[in-house]
């Protein structure tokens, strides 16, 4: 995850800035909004030398994007039942009704998601750190060890005989890939609608957001997993196996905190997916009101479904789908690029 976000940083300066470049404004919520599917669009229309309605690769990503984003959803209801079951023994069905209808309270109304991701976000964050950085205090003289079966669990002799690493470095990316969205075309659909005067201030801070992301707080969750002893967290995964580090450093307290934490995450990172997708209904079906509100069903529907499935089939489903926006928007940021570097090398 790490090599990810340092490769990553770059791709999303690249992406955040042509969504900068690219940007339209928004008739249905105000402002603006964009993407890749937009900067896709006007890339095809200079190629071709005259005007288009829509273009196939724009479509196929907003598409691609819109199912993966019903593939989170479900990934993002999976952690949090599977929390609450540790923490208060609440059965899933019990969760997941209860997570549907706060986040539909939020989703379905017309202008409060950024308002929300504005206060949960930040405070949970802090919080998060502040946590960790006291665990890694209080088990300070472990740390050496942590570093040491990082890099051995990675990059030994034996997996790389045995094709470990090529496992390691391909898992440590899909998991990079949904912790800081680098190169998918995600955060380009936000970095679209911000007000900012220069585009590549705001690539800029997509970059440092990355790091951000993967470095610090992916970092924080495997530092309270990896100094805890294998005895304790061996054979487990997912929030099991956060739930029981934590538990582990903080006794009860530190099931419920993951258990509370999680929620807040997941609740705003459904509600950031669907400021994602926006502008890609949007490019699709246009700016109506019914467009827009039939995806939010739909996504609050696979929500639901995402709370009662399988821990394994929820992750495939949500890798499949961020693989396709990212082969997609790859592939155009290549001969696109240019427009990001220029103005790079003008500010300097």
Same mark, same amino acid.
């Given at each position: ?91 899933? +069905? $019990?969760?997941? #009704?209860?997570?549907? =209808? &706060?986040?539909?309270? @939020?989703? %379905? ?17 802090? +919080? $998060?750190?502040? #946590?960790?950085?006291? =665990? &890694?205090?209080?088990? @300070?003289? %472990? ?206």
């Amino acid at each position: 995850m790490w090599v990810s976000a340092f490769l990553g940083a770059s791709t999303a300066y690249a992406e955040g800035t042509l969504a900068q470049l690219h940007k339209k404004k928004d008739p249905f919520y105000g402002g603006y909004h964009g993407g890749p599917a937009y900067y896709i669009h006007d890339y095809v229309e200079k190629k071709r030398k005259k005007k288009i309605k829509k273009s196939f690769i724009a479509i196929l990503f907003a598409m691609f994007g819109l199912i993966c984003w019903c593939g989170i959803s479900q990934v993002i209801s999976n952690s949090v039942t599977s929390a609450f079951k540790n923490a208060f023994s609440i059965p899933p +069905i $019990y969760t997941t #009704v209860i997570l549907v =209808i &706060i986040s539909s309270l @939020i989703v %379905l109304r017309k202008d409060a998601t950024v308002k929300v991701l504005d206060v949960i976000v930040p405070i949970m964050a802090v +919080i $998060y750190f502040v #946590v960790t950085i006291f =665990i &890694i205090i209080k088990n @300070i003289n %472990l740390m050496p060890g942590v570093f040491e079966r990082i890099f051995e669990e990675a990059f030994g002799i034996k997996q790389v005989a045995g094709g470990g690493f090529g496992a390691v470095l391909m898992n440590g990316i899909k998991r990079g890939l949904f912790s800081n969205e680098a190169g998918s075309g995600s955060a380009p659909c936000a970095a679209a609608a911000a007000d900012g005067k220069r585009p590549e201030t705001v690539g800029m801070v997509q970059s440092l957001g990355v790091l951000i992301d993967t470095i610090v707080i992916c970092t924080c969750t495997a530092m309270i997993m990896l100094l805890a002893p294998e005895s304790v967290t061996k054979g487990k995964q997912g929030m099991d196996l956060l739930q029981s580090a934590m538990n582990y450093h903080l006794g009860s307290f530190g099931t419920i905190f993951v258990a509370v934490i999680l929620f807040l995450f997941s609740f705003s990172t459904f509600i950031g997916i669907l400021f994602y997708a926006r502008s890609n209904v949007a490019y699709l079906c246009g700016n109506n009101w019914w467009s827009q509100t039939l995806y939010k069903i739909i996504a609050l529907i696979m929500l639901f479904i995402g709370g009662l499935q399988a821990y394994t089939i929820v992750w495939d489903l949500g890798d499949v789908g961020i693989g396709l926006m990212t082969i997609i928007n790859l592939i155009i940021l290549i001969p696109m690029s240019k427009e990001a570097i220029s103005l790079l090398d003008k500010k300097e």
